[in-house]
């Protein structure tokens, strides 16, 4: 007696297992890969946060007013850090619009004082 099995339950009966197998196996990233992905994220963040202290400070020199001033820029998690030293509280505030016009800014955070 021969045993005929058509191709298509064939084909089940070896995908099923195969499927299920497989989708129990892949139980999402391993840690490793958690981990690289994480790393990835921070550089990606960090170089984020370079190109827009970058623009600000471009920005604000491009600003004759506040071109010789003592401005510095910090950013991080897409929030700019203002310091330094300006000439008086128009100059301070310039500074901050400025930066706050800049794409991607969330926030600024002026730490200008004010020459006497």
Known sequence: MTLKIS????????????????AACSSG????????????????????DEAISS?????I??????????IHVATFDNVVRLSGVVEDGRD?????????TV???RGVENKLVIRY
């Open 29 to 48: 990233p391993t840690p490793y890969e958690r981990a690289q992905a994480e790393r990835l994220a921070d550089r990606g963040d960090m170089l984020e």
């Open 92 to 100: 301070a505030d310039r500074a901050e619009d400025i930066a706050e």
């Open 103 to 105: 794409r991607g800014v």
């Open 7 to 22: 191709p298509r339950v064939l084909a089940l009966s070896i995908a099923l297992p195969l499927t299920f197998g497989l």
């Open 61 to 70: 020199i491009a600003e004759p007013r506040l071109r010789d001033a003592e």
């Open 55 to 59: 623009k600000v400070a471009a920005a």
